[in-house]
Nanobody, 121 residues
Framework: VQLQASGGGLVQAGGSLRLSCTTS????????ITWFRQAPGKEREFVVS????????YYADSVKGRFTISRENAKNMVYLQMNSLKPEDTAVYYC???????????????WGQGTQVTVSS
């Protein structure tokens, strides 16, 4: 499974971005998709996760109420809508395919390349 993340960019605080994660693999719908992020000088951290069916989602406290994850398995797409962005959201965002949804990287089997999100104050 090769994952491709896109949609990053530069936005002012309070603005919005929508990240996408896709794959050319046929088994996309079998995996939960989890987003992590890593800011310069900091450890990678969990952001949000969605189960293979989309029925279950998990959010980091820092993004609850601002970020929304969704998926369209028929299109092999997962979307991360990010609203009310803050400078502290600045990071490289990575999507990952996992055997189950959750806050840990333990079940991750495949990582995508990152997409940079920069929020200016």
């Amino acid at each position: 499974v090769q994952l491709q993340a896109s949609g990053g960019g530069l936005v002012q605080a309070g603005g919005s971005l929508r990240l996408s994660c896709t794959t050319s693999g046929r088994t996309f719908s079998r995996y939960a998709i989890t987003w992590f992020r890593q800011a310069p000088g900091k450890e990678r951290e969990f952001v949000v996760s969605i189960s293979w069916s989309g029925a279950d989602t998990y959010y980091a406290d820092s993004v609850k109420g601002r970020f929304t994850i969704s998926r369209e398995n028929a299109k092999n797409m997962v979307y991360l809508q990010m609203n009310s962005l803050k400078p502290e959201d600045t990071a490289v965002y990575y999507c990952a395919a996992a055997t189950y949804a959750g806050t840990s990287s333990a079940p991750v089997e495949y990582w995508g390349q990152g997409t940079q999100v920069t929020v200016s104050s």
